[in-house]
């Protein structure tokens, strides 16, 4: 799906928005010093093969973003992109192999199968240490308590 915001002239550059979200990806080009922006969307699932798990495809999810990056690209037309900047949802992991190729499904921010590790970490004591040094709470859906749950 293809977007148009406003049909002014094409601006002397653009800078690109990424937005890789839990449900879609967004591409956004913005005109410098103009309201002229064209938008790509592309959507995709969010799956629960077990209770309290949400994981995604990250084959999907790399294809998704590439499909929309290249059609926001083509609604620009000839006007030169001068910066690309990416956003991702928080607190994702993926499980990659020595080639850096995925082993796991993301296992996403809403993922709650770590909460028994989160709870261990809490009632250890560590959690206010490791907040401090973080900025995170010790929660089910940071990548420790994740990763914690991966080793066992």
């Known amino acids: 799906m293809g977007v148009t915001v406003d049909e002014h002239t094409p601006p002397a550059g653009v800078v690109i928005g990424l937005d890789v979200g839990t449900t879609g ?22 799956d629960e093969p077990e209770p309290g798990w949400q994981v995604q495809d990250v084959a999907e999810i790399l294809g998704a973003s590439a499909e929309a990056l290249a059609h926001c690209v083509e609604l620009i037309g000839r006007a030169p992109v001068l910066a690309v900047s990416v956003s ?12 850096c190729r995925p082993i796991t499904p993301l296992v996403t921010w809403a993922d709650s199968r770590a909460a028994h590790e989160a709870g261990e970490l809490r009632r250890s004591g560590d959690a206010t240490v490791l907040h401090r040094a973080t900025g995170a709470p010790v929660h089910p859906m940071t990548p ?9």
């Open 88 to 99: 991702t949802a928080m607190h994702g992991l993926v499980a990659l192999d020595a080639s």
């Open 25 to 46: 990806v967004k591409a956004v080009a913005f005109g410098i010093g103009s309201a002229w922006q064209r938008l790509a969307l592309r959507e995709y699932e969010l």
């Open 144 to 152: 420790l308590a994740k990763l914690t749950w991966f080793a066992r």
